[in-house]
Structure formats: structure tokens, C-alpha cells
Nanobody, 121 residues
Framework: QVQSVESGGGLVQPGGSLRLSCAVSGSIFSIKVMGWYRQAPWKGRELVAVITAGGNVDYGDSVKGRFTISKDNAKNTTYLQMTSLKPEDTAVYYC???????????????WGQGTLVTVSS
């Protein structure tokens, strides 16, 4: 079974930094896109950042210049480096991976379980 497993959430003060990780586990052929979304209380889920297999990246407007997405292909892992954190960044962060399990098949969208990031003094 293919899974996305997140780690790295926690409590951080405003202005601080935190790094999230998301590893894809299970037998797969390739990963087309790796991404991060977040959902704050009483709000819808929004895009944070995505990175394609070729290394192209895109960010949500609210995190541009502060967050950086990267990946380690050998480990099937994506990272989200968050800096200059603000209270409004408080949310549950989810990773989402577009995974090809078998060559020639379509892709699966595999969500992680979510990790809570709280920015507060």
C-alpha cells in the first residue's frame, strides 16, 4: 500500500522556522508531483507549494518568499522549509503526492495524515 507519511510539525514562535518532511512509502514506479497544502480552522484547504518531477516549483501567494519546497528523489521525500512564520500560518499541513504505481498506468493522489503547525508566542 502506498502512503504519504509526514513529520516535523509543532509549536514555533512568530518569526521562527520549521521544516516539514513527507516520505512516500510502498512500492511505486515514479512520483510525478509532490506538494503541500494546509487547512486552518474554519477555512478551506489551500495550496502551499508543489514541485514536479523535473524540479519546477509553484507557491501559494501567502507563502512566497518565506517557504521553500524541495525533494530528495533517492528517498522519495519532499521537504517544506518554513521561515518568518506568522500566526496566520497556523494550520494542519498535508502533503499530497501524485504517484505512478506501475509503469504505463495513471497516477494516484496520495494524501498524508496531516501535521499540525502552531505559530504562537
Amino acid at each position: 500500500q502506498v502512503q504519504s507519511v509526514e513529520s516535523g510539525g509543532g509549536l514555533v514562535q512568530p518569526g521562527g522556522s520549521l521544516r516539514l518532511s513527507c516520505a512516500v512509502s510502498g512500492s511505486i514506479f515514479s512520483i510525478k508531483v509532490m506538494g503541500w497544502y494546509r487547512q486552518a480552522p474554519w477555512k478551506g484547504r489551500e495550496l502551499v507549494a508543489v514541485i514536479t518531477a523535473g524540479g519546477n516549483v509553484d507557491y501559494g501567494d501567502s507563502v512566497k518568499g518565506r517557504f521553500t519546497i524541495s525533494k530528495d528523489n533517492a528517498k522519495n521525500t519532499t521537504y517544506l522549509q518554513m521561515t518568518s512564520l506568522k500566526p496566520e500560518d497556523t494550520a494542519v499541513y498535508y502533503c499530497k503526492n501524485w504517484v505512478v504505481v506501475t509503469a504505463g498506468d495513471g497516477y494516484l493522489e496520495v494524501w498524508g495524515q496531516g501535521t499540525l503547525v502552531t505559530v504562537s508566542s
